[in-house]
């Protein structure tokens, strides 16, 4: 069949079709089959060089996790060696300059045999989850302040002792005479530092005063306290629910703005010179009797000369004040009137 073919009748039409495409198909296949195998190839050798950096990302992930989790330095150094062998060597120099060297520091299984040790991340956040499930939120907010501050702490370990370089202070892992841990009765940065550095649990709900505790909130305070029994009549129980539900929300709303100014004082208290801090403290204390009693109480502001000399003039003529030369830093006293 050629080009300028007549036909005679509609059956010649078809033959004549199903000859050309007879003859298309197969030129189309012998033609199209070389560029199809090149594609996939081209496609081949594209999947596996990404399958091969897919596995050796992966390959190097779990052989780093193995390193961080080994037990002993035969174990490790058995990891090391697979390790090396295995992941490509710009990951194996990275790996040398700035890890191997420090393996002590973090791996699991020889930090006990170096000083000082870094606290983890997740055991940070597992000491934060204990403390935030026992202690009222006022109070794990102070915790985690001091947790953070700790890093800040500086220990030296002495004949196999450790020591808080502050020598002022007298801390051993389950006590301290710092102004935070007298007042507040929470675990200072300082019993945290040296329990962590002696690799002690940071959680140790045996130190927190009780006050702090969700069971004693819950059990002690009066807008939690479960309401007294309803008696026989309806309409009289429900008039009884109403008004001390109402009175429990004053209370409620008293309590934390009462909250709020004894978070600054704690604050304040906890910022106090040791020599000085017993007697503010019991001035303190002395209002809580006062307000217990059913009393009150007024407030007189005594300043030193030396606060007075650096003060400009009419902030001393606009301050009730009263001179006492032998008081050096400025000190507030308390003027009880029953």
């Given at each position: 069949?050629?080009?300028?073919?007549?036909?005679?009748?509609?059956?010649?039409?078809?033959?004549?079709?199903?000859?050309?495409?007879?003859?298309?198909?197969?030129?189309?296949?012998?033609?199209?089959?070389?560029?199809?195998?090149?594609?996939?190839?081209?496609?081949?050798?594209?999947?596996?060089?990404?399958?091969?950096?897919?596995?050796?990302?992966?390959?190097?992930?779990?052989?780093?996790?193995?390193?961080?989790?080994?037990?002993?330095?035969?174990?490790?150094?058995?990891?090391?060696?697979?390790?090396?062998?295995?992941?490509?060597?710009?990951?194996?120099?990275?790996?040398?300059?700035?890890?191997?060297?420090?393996?002590?520091?973090?791996?699991?299984?020889?930090?006990?045999?170096?000083?000082?040790?870094?606290?983890?991340?997740?055991?940070?956040?597992?000491?934060?989850?204990?403390?935030?499930?026992?202690?009222?939120?006022?109070?794990?907010?102070?915790?985690?302040?001091?947790?953070?501050?700790?890093?800040?702490?500086?220990?030296?370990?002495?004949?196999?002792?450790?020591?808080?370089?502050?020598?002022?202070?007298?801390?051993?892992?389950?006590?301290?005479?710092?102004?935070?841990?007298?007042?507040?009765?929470?675990?200072?940065?300082?019993?945290?530092?040296?329990r962590d550095s002696m690799g002690?649990?940071?959680?140790?709900?045996?130190?927190?005063?009780?006050?702090?505790?969700?069971?004693?909130?819950?059990?002690?305070?009066?807008?939690?306290?479960?309401?007294?029994?309803?008696?026989?009549?309806?309409?009289?129980?429900?008039?009884?629910?109403?008004?001390?539900?109402?009175?429990?929300?004053?209370?409620?709303?008293?309590?934390?703005?009462?909250?709020?100014?004894?978070?600054?004082?704690?604050?304040?208290?906890?910022?106090?010179?040791e020599r000085e801090f017993d007697?503010?403290?019991?001035?303190?204390?002395?209002?809580?009797?006062?307000?217990?009693?059913?009393?009150?109480?007024?407030?007189?502001?005594?300043?030193?000369?030396?606060?007075?000399?650096?003060?400009?003039?009419?902030?001393?003529?606009?301050?009730?004040?009263?001179?006492?030369?032998?008081?050096?830093?400025?000190?507030?006293?308390?003027?009880?009137?029953?």
């Amino acid at each position: 069949m050629e080009v300028g073919t007549l036909f005679d009748d509609y059956e010649q039409v078809k033959s004549a079709i199903q000859e050309f495409q007879k003859l298309n198909f197969v030129q189309f296949y012998k033609r199209d089959s070389r560029t199809i195998e090149a594609t996939l190839r081209r496609s081949s050798k594209k999947r596996t060089y990404a399958d091969r950096l897919k596995y050796t990302e992966i390959a190097c992930r779990e052989s780093l996790q193995k390193l961080a989790y080994a037990r002993t330095e035969e174990e490790y150094n058995t990891l090391y060696e697979r390790f090396v062998q295995d992941a490509p060597e710009k990951v194996v120099t990275y790996f040398n300059e700035n890890w191997h060297n420090i393996r002590r520091e973090w791996v699991e299984g020889l930090k006990n045999d170096f000083p000082n040790l870094p606290t983890s991340t997740n055991n940070r956040e597992s000491a934060k989850s204990l403390y935030a499930a026992q202690l009222t939120p006022y109070a794990l907010s102070f915790v985690i302040r001091e947790l953070s501050l700790r890093e800040k702490v500086k220990v030296d370990q002495v004949d196999g002792v450790w020591k808080i370089e502050d020598r002022a202070l007298e801390t051993t892992p389950i006590s301290c005479n710092c102004g935070f841990r007298s007042a507040i009765g929470l675990l200072c940065r300082h019993i945290l530092k040296l329990r962590d550095s002696m690799g002690e649990n940071t959680f140790a709900e045996e130190l927190i005063a009780e006050r702090w505790t969700r069971r004693y909130y819950y059990r002690n305070h009066r807008s939690c306290i479960a309401a007294p029994t309803a008696l026989a009549s309806t309409s009289l129980t429900t008039s009884r629910l109403g008004h001390r539900a109402r009175v429990n929300v004053a209370e409620h709303e008293r309590y934390r703005t009462a909250l709020e100014v004894t978070r600054e004082l704690a604050s304040l208290l906890s910022e106090i010179p040791e020599r000085e801090f017993d007697a503010v403290l019991s001035q303190v204390s002395s209002l809580c009797q006062i307000l217990r009693r059913g009393n009150r109480f007024s407030v007189e502001e005594v300043v030193s000369q030396s606060v007075v000399d650096a003060a400009s003039p009419t902030e001393v003529e606009s301050t009730p004040v009263e001179l006492n030369a032998a008081v050096i830093e400025e000190v507030t006293t308390v003027s009880l009137s029953h």
